[in-house]
């Protein structure tokens, strides 16, 4: 696949797809926006089991949209500049297979709403995050409100927001919002053992364990249980069970197609 923003490549199931504007700290613009809702969208017929998201270079993963550009938007292309950003992030998060952000550098703005569309972020420790848009008279529009909340709790994202100010990625580690914070040089052989062991599990059931999470966060909790009981049927009647079960049975490991 070529794009002019993004670098994706894939080995063993494995696919990493690249945030790669270095000289403009891989920020976000409508063209990175729609490179990366057209890659979403072909990621099923590509044979990759798990993705990692990262940015290209040292310094940044994404440090935010590009302010430039948003400073020559008119006035009545606001909501879709933040609708254009929402949609190709819920593309990401929607993805059937599991997404690990490899954090390595500032992720600002959208650069941390980004990686908050992902499943879970691992950061290097000089990695720094935050999101600034009050200082630019702004609001976080690409997601962020949302997903800070629910990852971390209305008191975390709101001291976050509101102070607008970038913080170091033992915060990160300390409020939830990072599963590990590694070293630099180790970041992404850390997340390619990871997306190796999550490569080689049923991609029935993590999609399923996926919709159950994200769907049911926001439902009362019977409702929950009712959508874990549907999914848990859909999985029982999968191949991927048998084999499982077959596996454990036979003391193997399971080949999961």
């Given at each position: 696949m070529q794009?002019?923003?993004?670098?994706?490549e894939s080995e063993n199931g494995i696919g990493v797809l690249t945030f790669n504007r270095p000289k403009a700290l891989n920020a976000l613009n409508s063209e990175v926006l729609s490179e990366l809702k057209q890659f979403c969208?072909?990621?099923?017929?590509?044979?990759?089991?798990?993705?990692?998201?990262?940015?290209?270079?040292?310094?940044?993963?994404?440090?935010?949209?590009?302010?430039?550009?948003?400073?020559?938007?008119?006035i009545a292309e606001a909501g879709a500049t933040a609708e254009e950003g929402q949609l190709a992030f819920r593309a990401l998060e929607e993805l059937p297979i599991p997404v690990i952000a490899a954090v390595n550098g500032f992720a600002l703005g959208g650069g941390l709403e980004l990686a908050l569309s992902?499943?879970?972020?691992?950061?290097?420790?000089?990695?720094?995050?935050?999101?600034?848009?009050?200082?630019?008279?702004?609001?976080?529009g690409f997601g962020?409100?949302?997903?800070?909340?629910r990852c971390v709790g209305q008191g975390i994202a709101n001291f976050v927001t509101l102070t607008g100010d970038i913080y170091p990625a033992k915060y990160a580690l300390q409020w939830g919002l990072a599963v590990d914070v590694v070293e630099p040089e180790a970041l992404m052989d850390v997340c390619r053992k990871q997306a190796a062991t999550l490569a080689s599990r049923s991609s029935t059931a993590m999609h399923l364990s996926k919709r159950a999470?994200?769907?049911g966060y926001d439902l009362p909790l019977r409702e929950g249980e009712a959508l874990e009981v549907k999914l848990f049927e859909e999985a029982f009647a999968s191949e991927d069970k048998v084999e499982g079960i077959a596996a454990f049975i036979e003391k193997r490991k399971p080949d999961f197609k």
């Amino acid at each position: 696949m070529q794009f002019n923003n993004l670098a994706f490549e894939s080995e063993n199931g494995i696919g990493v797809l690249t945030f790669n504007r270095p000289k403009a700290l891989n920020a976000l613009n409508s063209e990175v926006l729609s490179e990366l809702k057209q890659f979403c969208e072909a990621v099923p017929s590509l044979d990759v089991r798990c993705l990692i998201v990262t940015g290209a270079g040292d310094k940044a993963f994404v440090a935010g949209a590009d302010i430039k550009g948003l400073s020559e938007k008119p006035i009545a292309e606001a909501g879709a500049t933040a609708e254009e950003g929402q949609l190709a992030f819920r593309a990401l998060e929607e993805l059937p297979i599991p997404v690990i952000a490899a954090v390595n550098g500032f992720a600002l703005g959208g650069g941390l709403e980004l990686a908050l569309s992902c499943d879970y972020i691992v950061m290097s420790s000089n990695a720094k995050f935050g999101l600034p848009e009050v200082t630019l008279g702004l609001i976080p529009g690409f997601g962020g409100t949302q997903r800070l909340s629910r990852c971390v709790g209305q008191g975390i994202a709101n001291f976050v927001t509101l102070t607008g100010d970038i913080y170091p990625a033992k915060y990160a580690l300390q409020w939830g919002l990072a599963v590990d914070v590694v070293e630099p040089e180790a970041l992404m052989d850390v997340c390619r053992k990871q997306a190796a062991t999550l490569a080689s599990r049923s991609s029935t059931a993590m999609h399923l364990s996926k919709r159950a999470i994200r769907e049911g966060y926001d439902l009362p909790l019977r409702e929950g249980e009712a959508l874990e009981v549907k999914l848990f049927e859909e999985a029982f009647a999968s191949e991927d069970k048998v084999e499982g079960i077959a596996a454990f049975i036979e003391k193997r490991k399971p080949d999961f197609k």
